[in-house]
C-alpha cells in the first residue's frame, strides 16, 4: 500500500532521496521511447549518462546504438530518440544502448535511490500498478538542459500518474508538488502545450508528440535490473 508520494519537479541535486519505487519522467521523449523499444521487442535497453559512454557500451555488447543531441540523433547511430518510428523488425531481440539529452542521465542517477523504473504516458496504468506495490514513491521530472530547467510535458505526465495512484491510495500523503500535481484537470492534455513540444514541432517530429500523449498503449514496465558506472539496463518487469 502507497503510503507517501513526493513528487520531484527536477532531477535531486546530488544524492537521490531513498524510496521504495522510483518512476522518472521525460515525456518527450527519453522514456516514451524506451517504453516503446520495449513494446515492440527490444530484449533490454541500456540508458547511458553520456554520448561517450553509449557508443562504448554500444560496440562493446554489438548492440544498436540510438538517442539524439538536440533533437536528432548523432552521426554514427542507428537509431534516434523517436517513439514513432520504432520498427520491431529492427528491434526485436536486440539489446539498443540509448543515449538522451535529459533522460537516460535521470535514469542512471535514480537507480541509485532504489527500484527505479521507466513511465510515461504510453505506459502510465501499468506503471501505476508497478508503483502502488511500494510504501513510499518517488516520481521524478527528467526536465531540460540536463535536468537543470523544468519541462511542463514532465510535469503533465507525473500528474496523470499521481492521479492514478492516489485514485487507488486515497489515504496517501502527498508532498506540495505532489499536491500540486492532483489538482490538475485533465493533465495530458498540458504536454502539447509544452515549449519543447513546439521545438520537436519544429524538427519534423510531430509524431513523436502525438505518439508521447496517448495513454496506455503499453503493458509492461521497464525496470533497472541492473547498473554500473555511467548505465543502466531496463528490462520489462516480472507480471
Not at 46 to 64: C, K
Not at 75 to 101: E, H, I, K
Not at 123 to 146: F, K, P, Q, R
Request: a negative charge; proline letters at 6%; glycine letters at 8%.
Amino acid at each position: 500500500m502507497v503510503r507517501d508520494i513526493r513528487l520531484a519537479l527536477l532531477p535531486p541535486a546530488g544524492t537521490w532521496p531513498r524510496a521504495r519505487a522510483v518512476a522518472v519522467v521525460d515525456a518527450l521523449r527519453a522514456t516514451t521511447t524506451i517504453c516503446a523499444l520495449l513494446g515492440h521487442g527490444a530484449r533490454a535497453v541500456i540508458a547511458a549518462d553520456s554520448e561517450e559512454r553509449a557508443r562504448q557500451l554500444a560496440a562493446e555488447r554489438g548492440a544498436l546504438l540510438a538517442g539524439e543531441v538536440g533533437g536528432l540523433p548523432p552521426p554514427g547511430f542507428d537509431l534516434g530518440n523517436s517513439p514513432a518510428a520504432v520498427d520491431r523488425a529492427a528491434v526485436g531481440g536486440r539489446d539498443v544502448v540509448l543515449f538522451t539529452t535529459n533522460g537516460t542521465k535521470a535514469l542512471c542517477a535514480a537507480s541509485a535511490a532504489g527500484p527505479a523504473i521507466a513511465a510515461a504516458a504510453v505506459n502510465a496504468s501499468a506503471a501505476a500498478s508497478w508503483l502502488s506495490h511500494a510504501e513510499d514513491v518517488l516520481i521524478a521530472c527528467a526536465g531540460e538542459a540536463g535536468g537543470t530547467v523544468f519541462a511542463l510535458e514532465d510535469f503533465a505526465v507525473a500528474a496523470h500518474l499521481i492521479q492514478l495512484l492516489s485514485r487507488g491510495h486515497p489515504a496517501a500523503r502527498l508532498d506540495d508538488a505532489a499536491r500540486l500535481a492532483l489538482a490538475i484537470p485533465e493533465p495530458l492534455r498540458l504536454l502539447r502545450e509544452a515549449r519543447h513540444a513546439r521545438d520537436l514541432e519544429a524538427l519534423g517530429l510531430a509524431a513523436d508528440i502525438a505518439f508521447a500523449g496517448q495513454a496506455d498503449l503499453f503493458e509492461s514496465v521497464p525496470l533497472v535490473t541492473a547498473r554500473g558506472e555511467g548505465w543502466a539496463r531496463l528490462e520489462p518487469a516480472p507480471a
